[in-house]
Every structure is written in C-alpha cells, then in structure tokens.
C-alpha cells in the first residue's frame, strides 16, 4: 500500500499533466489574512457560471510555501453545491497564494486564494546592542554602516507593504555629532541603518570616549507604522595625534665634577594629552658627548651621573632631551626635545703638569751633542694646572751634579739649559728630573724624566792597540801573502769611529807590501826574492801605517812604525869546505886550548846565516872530551879550531 507522500505525488503528477495539456480558466479571490475559517464563495457554480464534474487538488501555489498543507478546501454539500472555503486562519507570512484545480465541462477552471497581508509584524534588529570603535581622526562626513560594523540592520516579516521604512535616532547627541540614514542595500529591497559623521571627534582634554545611542526602525504600516530599537555604543579610539610637551622650555641644573656615577643631576618632565600608550612619555638623550656623561631613566626623566666628569674639560655641557609618546597599534611615535645644560663645579683635584718646549728638533727627539756649549738653552719649562685655579709651585732639578739645570730665561721664564760640559765617551745618556711642587695644601707635585742621548762629535783619534808591531818576512815569500796586521780603534761613534788604514812615508820596502784600508791586514805586494833581500843595506826596515777614523768635516789620524824583519829561508844545509875529512896530529905533551886543526864551512842561503859546529854524539865519549871547539867567523865562511 502506498503512503500518502506517494500518493500526493502521484496525484500531484496527474493533476500538473491535465493542468498543461487542457484549457485552463483561472478565478481569483482574496482574503485577508488573520481571518476566521469561513466561506469564501458559497456557490461556485452560480458565481463562476460553471459546471463541476470533479475536484482535482487543492494546494498552495505560493513556490515560498510549495508543499505546505493547504487550509484552502473545495467541498460540496448535501445539497449538491459546491462551495470554497478556508479550513483555519490564514497567514500571509507562512503562505501568501493557495489555488484548487476543478473539472467542469472538459475544461479546469483553478480557483486562486490570495491571502492579503495586514500588519500584524512589528520590525526586529537583528540585535538589541550594537558596539564597535572608531578612531578620533575619523574624517567629517565618513560613513558608518552599521550592518556592516556591527551586523545591525531591522527586519519585518510582513510583506512588502509594511516592511522597514526607515530608521531615526531616538537619542539627542551633543553637537549634532552624528546623523542617521536609512540607506538600501540590505538585499530584496531592505534598509539597512547608516550614521555620518558631523562633526569632529576628540577625545583628548576630556573629551568624549564614548558615543552611546538608542535608534528605532519604522515598518510600512500606518497609525501608527510598528516600531523597534536598538542601542549603539562606538567607542572612539584615541589617536596618536598629539606630542609630548615639556613642563619648562629649558632646564638647568649644577653639578660637582667629583660626582660619582649614578648620582641625581636632575630631572625632566613632559605630559602627552592623548590617552592610554599614547600619552605614555619616555625618555632618551640624543646621541652626542652627552650619553657618555649622564643617563636618563626612561620613564622618570630623572638624569644621572654616567661616567667621570672633568670641570676642567667640559665646565658646562648643554644636550638635548627627546621626549616619545607609544602608541601600540602601529601609528608613528611623536616626540618633542628639550635644551639640558648642566654646569661642573670645580675641584682642586689635579696636580701640576710640565710642559717642555724645545728649542731644537734634535732635543725634542731627546739628542744632545756632546759638543754643545755649556750655557745653551735646551728648552723653555712651564707649569701647567688642569684646575681652574692654580697653586704657585716650585720647579727644581733632581740631581743637582747633572750638567743639565734650570735657569732665568727672562720673559721666557725658567729654561732647561747646559750647565756643564758633555763628554759622550764617558756618558752616553742623560736623565734629568724636573719637579714642580705646589706651595699650598695639599701640595700636589709631578716628576718628569727628561732623557737624552748624548750624540758624538769627532773629538778623539783613532789609537793603535797593541806593542810596537813587527813583521817578519821571508824570502822567497809570495805576492799577497800574510806577513802581519795592525789594529787601532776610535772612542767615537759611528762615521767618527769607523778606521781605515794606509801606508805612508817613504822606506827601503816601498812597494813590497800593501795593507788593507779595513781589516789593517799586511800582505806581500809582489815576490819577495833573495837578490831584493839582499840589494837592502841591512836585514830589517819599516813602514809607517796610517789609521784615519771617517770623521766629517775633517777627519783624524795616527801612525805607527811596523818594523820589518827579513829572515832567510835556510832551506839548504852548510857544506864543508875541503872535504868531509880533516886530518890532525897532536903530541902528546901538547899544551891544553892549542890549536892543532881547523875546519871550516859555508852557507849558500839568502840571508847571512851563522853555522854552529858540535862534536856529534856518536863519538866516542872518552875521545870526545879531550877536544873542543872555538867558532872562528868570516863573511860568508864560518871556521872552527879544534884544540
């Protein structure tokens, strides 16, 4: 068996076919809704001059309410009449059109019930409090939807006719600050509320922060039309659209250069009349020589002692204070500035200094010759004082034995000049103290240590080292052979000391030797030969050397005598000159130390050479002692008598 829901579709199919493949005649009637159940047309055949075979359907046309059950009926009586009537009150809102489908003489005839609407709905808000914010910059004649805002807007259930009209403020707002308009664009025709701006908005000084409103939505209908409210409340946002001002154009404040850190200096303070971060003033020093100095607490203004102060380098120091509002929600910080002078008290807190002014660059650089004059001024000496007043002092030297001293020089004042002569050989160096000592409490001093190195002068000539020097030479000696050296040394320093040697003077030997200028070296200039030894007038000579230091503008100088001692090379043994046999006889009664035989024996060598004649030990011993023998000597031969 089929349920109902089939067969309304069912009979709906059938009844849509006939509708549109037969000629169909249509009758409308209106009624209001609201309406008791009643008869609408009491005899539909006498009105509609028709003749009903059937009903076909009754349903509600109204594609709103397509599917609801109709409370439209067509019926017939038991007098056969049919009738239209309604089968409880009807509402517009729920179905506005209900139509029943008949068949008289093969043609449907649709009877068409129209529910009219009255107004029986008053408006609603989609919600009774509205609430949102606007800044305070907002600019006059801005536009505030409010259903946009907020989702605010009013709504009538009744058709058309007597939906919302329009909307008016219900509250009176100070200066006429705002207006309401009831402006389309709700959709299908509705109004939707919107506010403009009038006037200005500040909430700054006291100013409002807060709009609050009751409106009210008008439907269509008359006397009176249905009414709704709501409440509006915008919160007016401050904006950062004021600076930070300062309580005084400038400040100044007194402060001792002895101060330690973190001691109070002052304080600044500046006021924001926004609101909220806005109006939350911090502080900032600009950056300059200042924030070495002090510092500033952020949130106080309150300026501290950063670092050591000096009156005497900075007696007033002015810098400026930044003050900055904080906005939080991404708008540009304003600040405003400030001049801050602070002045440093002075403090006796600093000793004297030496100043020392040279006279010449090589004083400066700490060179003094040792071939200055004494008297001469070597710098002017001054006594400086960081504080801003100044205690007499007393300068003085350290060492008073120090050929350096303090003296009058006039208007120049005190000078360090040379009071004793220099000798760089035996000072090289000099360090001089000179003091300054103030004559009042608490008697602060200074030392400075002034120290020079004493440069040379070429005052000292270059001394031969060593005894008398001697040279031996042998004949037959090469060219450029080693036969000797000198050595002299200088007490001067540098060019002054450096010795070079030379030979000079005339001698026997010149041009045997030659010496080198650096070491002093002696060497053999050509061959010495036994012809060249013996052409000399006797076996020894000399030369004189020369050593001369590298002094500038005129060097200086010392000789010494080398003696030259020529030594023949007695390469060759003494030959006899007979033979190597000589024969004696003796008596026996021969007094003792008579001669009885001579020998004699020559020597071919360079040199003259004596030849020394001995009983050779192989001898025998006993024999051997019975003689002896006495040197006879002649050029070139040399003889012995054997007694």
């Known amino acids: ?173 100070p200066d006429d600050v705002m207006a309401l308009h009831s402006k389309p664009g709700g959709g299908g025709g509705q109004l939707v509320p919107e506010l403009e701006l009038l006037a200005a908005l500040d909430v700054d000084d006291g100013g409002r922060s807060e709009i609050e409103m009751v409106i009210a939505a008008f439907d269509g209908g008359a006397d009176p039309p249905a009414t709704a409210t709501a409440t509006v409340i915008i919160s007016i946002l401050d904006a950062n659209d004021n600076q930070p001002l300062f309580d005084l154009t400038s400040y100044s404040f007194t402060v001792s250069e002895s101060a330690v850190i973190g001691q109070y200096v002052g304080d600044v303070a500046a006021s924001d009349v926004d609101s909220g971060d806005n109006a939350r003033v911090t502080y900032r020093l600009q950056e300059g020589a200042a924030t070495r100095l002090f510092a500033i607490d952020e949130s106080s203004g309150n300026i501290t002692v950063a670092s050591a102060l000096d009156h005497e380098q900075f007696p007033s120091i002015s810098f400026r204070v930044i003050a900055s509002d904080n906005p939080s929600n991404g708008e540009q910080p304003q600040s405003s500035e400030v001049v801050v002078t602070v002045t440093l008290s002075d403090v006796n807190e600093h000793p004297p200094r030496l100043h020392l002014d040279f006279y010449l660059p090589a004083h400066a650089l700490g060179f003094i010759s040792e071939g200055a004059a004494v008297g001469q001024q070597i710098a002017t000496v001054e006594v400086l004082d960081d504080d801003s007043t100044t205690a007499p002092v007393r300068l003085h030297i350290g060492d008073e034995s120090s050929p350096l001293g303090l003296v009058d020089c006039g208007q120049q004042g005190t000078c360090l000049a040379l009071i004793g002569p220099l000798d760089r050989e035996s000072e090289d ?187 050779p030990s192989s001898i025998n011993q006993p024999t051997a002692s019975l003689f002896s023998l006495d040197d006879v000597t002649s050029p070139g031969v040399t003889g012995s008598d054997v007694t």
Not at 76 to 102: F, K, M, N, R
Not at 492 to 509: C, E, F, K, M, Q
Request: hydrophobic letters at 40%.
């Open 1 to 173: 068996m089929r349920n109902s829901g089939e067969s309304l579709r069912i009979l709906l199919s059938l009844s849509l076919f006939i509708l549109t493949h037969t000629q169909t005649v249509t009758f409308t009637y209106k009624i209001a809704e609201n309406s008791a159940a009643q008869i609408i047309d009491p005899n539909i055949e006498d009105s509609r001059a028709i003749s009903i075979t059937s009903v076909l359907t009754s349903f509600s046309a109204d594609t709103t309410c397509f599917g609801v059950v109709p409370h439209v009926a067509v019926s017939e009586t038991e007098d056969h009449i049919w009738q239209l009537s309604t089968t409880a009150s009807l509402d517009h809102e729920s179905c506005s059109v209900y139509e029943s489908s008949l068949f008289a003489a093969g043609e449907v005839v649709v009877l068409r019930v129209e529910v009219l609407d009255v107004n029986d709905h008053s408006p609603t808000f989609s919600q009774r409090l509205c609430q949102f914010s606007v800044f305070e910059t907002i600019a006059v004649g801005s536009k505030l939807n409010l259903r946009s805002e907020c989702g605010l807007m009013a709504t009538d259930a009744d058709g058309p006719q007597f939906t919302v009209s329009s909307y008016a403020l219900l509250t009176s707002l």
């Open 429 to 615: 160096s000099l360090t001089v103290l000179i003091s300054a000592t103030e004559l009042t409490p608490p008697f602060r001093s200074v030392t400075t240590a002034v120290n020079f190195s004493v440069t040379d002068v070429n005052d000292n000539p270059p001394r031969f080292m060593g005894g008398p020097p001697l040279v031996s030479v042998v004949d037959g000696a090469a060219a450029g052979q080693l036969v000797g050296a000198v050595a002299a040394a200088d007490p001067d320093a540098g060019d002054n000391a450096r010795v070079s040697y030379s030979i000079t003077g005339l001698s026997p030997v010149d041009g045997w030797f030659s010496i080198d200028a650096h070491t002093g070296d002696i060497t053999t200039s050509q061959p010495i030969t036994c012809e060249m030894v013996r052409a000399l007038p006797l076996a020894s000579s000399s030369l004189t050397v020369t050593a001369t230091d590298g002094g500038l503008p005129a060097p200086l100088s010392a000789d010494v005598t080398v003696d030259i001692r020529l030594v023949g090379s007695a390469n060759r043994p003494p030959q006899f000159v007979l033979s190597n046999v000589y024969r004696g006889s003796v008596r026996e009664d021969v007094e003792e130390g008579s001669c009885f035989v001579t020998v004699s024996a020559v020597d071919d060598d360079c040199a003259s050479t004596s030849v020394f004649f001995s009983i």
